[in-house]
């Protein structure tokens, strides 16, 4: 039997901040027995802050994007009746056969091309790890990879870890505009400056996260001109809140001419039912990229949970029909979700307004970037500097902080989507989530509407 020396049993308290202080004796570097890979990755970050900072001070949290509410109770069926249906054993590594059957139809309608459901679905624990396997299998070291910031703050960190490099794209604010679509502009000169001979993927996130902006044809057609000068540059298209959209029809990519062949299009199952502890999300696209996925998958978790997958594929099915709740009936499940989320988007706008908060409006996804330029920062909370925040601290962490404290809602500061040389550009933003209960938005209002601070002159 093999025995770990006393010695080295307590290097493990490395692993964790508490147990970092009560070993002061032991080498300063978290995770010094771990892979540089990890190196500046160690660090807490804003989701470790803000949420027990909320918990602490009893605040509505508004920051981070998952639904207070359970899933439909068709998809609760679902999962039981999969459950007790004999699908508890390994599926197939690409994907279990009856969930690939139903996204090859979905996205054979929606890209207008014949998706085979053999080898052009790939299933992953959720789009997380389908963009970690992605990355994995279409990175070497020193490859590039273009971010469009502010961007979800898992991108850049699954580009480090698969070898890459991130090459920052900035969206450029157009002050005058008061929808994110307008209000958030990717200059197509700056994007095409950024792209060298080492650039392998773009990724893409429409409806787009943190902002809700949502790109939209002729951005698109102008970013895919540009991707195909460049023969090895694959897109990466992020489409997880495709069903949240409250104008208009969401557009994939992946469906312009030309862009199929090199984009893989992700999305997954937690948003649109709000099962996000379901983990099961997708890659749709030409076989030499979904082998990317399923060549890293097949060597790590082999195949995404069976029962999940089958009540999934369900669940698609059953959202194409019409849908029935509070004695109101829907054309369907997904036209239904794009009314309650407007409704919550709406009197999140109306909350933040009676704080002197103004709301950049989105068209869809979860959240509200809201210009906070009125409200005054004590010093006090901009001399502070935590674990997780950026040296020096900056304005809208500062101001997240005092909000939790004095106000009693928490948001997120949008310079953790932002790379160290341009979250200056996150300056007097902070990010609100909407996916909540309208009665938890409601208590919010309350909240804001008497939050009492100085004003910037």
Not at 139 to 150: A, Q, R, S, T
Request: charged residues 20%.
């Amino acid at each position: 039997e093999m025995k770990m020396s006393s010695a080295f049993i307590p290097s493990l308290a490395l692993r964790s901040p508490v147990g970092r202080k009560a070993g002061s004796h032991l080498p300063t570097r978290l995770f010094s027995y771990l892979s540089s890979r990890l190196d500046g990755l160690d660090k807490p970050t804003v989701w470790n802050e803000f949420s027990p900072l909320a918990t602490k001070h009893g605040a509505i949290n508004l920051g981070q994007g998952f639904p207070d509410w359970e899933p439909p109770e068709f998809a609760v069926e679902a999962f039981k009746e999969a459950l007790s249906g004999g699908y508890n054993q390994y599926a197939r590594s690409y994907a279990h056969s009856n969930l690939a059957n139903v996204l090859a139809n979905k996205y054979s309608k929606r890209l207008g091309l014949e998706i085979n459901s053999e080898d052009m679905i790939a299933a992953a624990v959720g789009c997380t790890n389908a963009l970690y396997c992605a990355l994995q299998g279409l990175l070497d070291k020193g490859d590039e990879v273009i971010l469009l910031e502010p961007a979800f703050d898992i991108y850049d960190a699954q580009v480090k870890m698969a070898g890459g490099v991130s090459k920052f794209v900035p969206l450029r604010c157009n002050d005058e505009a008061t929808n994110a679509d307008d209000y958030y502009t990717l200059d197509m000169d700056e994007l095409e400056d950024a792209i060298s001979e080492k650039t392998k993927v773009l990724i893409l996130n429409t409806p787009h996260n943190p902002t809700g902006k949502i790109f939209n044809k002729d951005e698109m057609l102008a970013i895919s001109r540009i991707c195909q000068k460049y023969k090895n540059l694959v897109v990466i298209s992020d489409e997880v809140y495709e069903h949240i959209i409250f104008k208009g029809e969401h557009l994939s990519i992946a469906s312009l001419p030309g862009m199929f062949e090199r984009t893989l299009t992700l999305s997954s199952s937690g948003k649109t039912f709000s099962n996000t502890g379901w983990k099961v999300g997708w890659a749709v696209g030409p076989p030499h990229l979904v082998k990317a996925v399923t060549a890293v998958q097949q060597w790590v978790n082999f195949s995404t949970p069976t029962p999940n997958q089958e009540a999934v594929a369900r669940c698609l099915v059953i959202a194409e029909e019409p849908y029935s709740i509070d004695g109101k009936t829907y054309e369907t499940y997904y036209d239904y979700l794009s009314n309650s989320y407007k409704e919550k988007r709406d009197l999140l706008i109306t909350a933040l307004e009676s704080a002197g908060i103004k709301p950049i409006v989105p068209n869809g996804g979860f959240f509200i970037i809201g210009d906070t330029a009125k409200i005054a920062c004590p010093d006090s909370y901009l001399a502070e500097t935590t674990e997780a925040s950026p040296d020096p601290m900056t304005r809208d962490w500062a101001l997240s902080r005092y909000m939790t404290k004095e106000a009693g809602v928490t948001a997120i500061p949008p310079s953790a989507f932002y790379s160290p040389e341009t979250r200056h550009l996150a300056g007097n933003t902070l990010r609100f989530a909407y996916c909540k209960s309208n009665d938890t938005i409601l208590e919010a209002h309350e909240k804001l509407a008497t939050f009492e601070y100085e004003e910037m002159i």
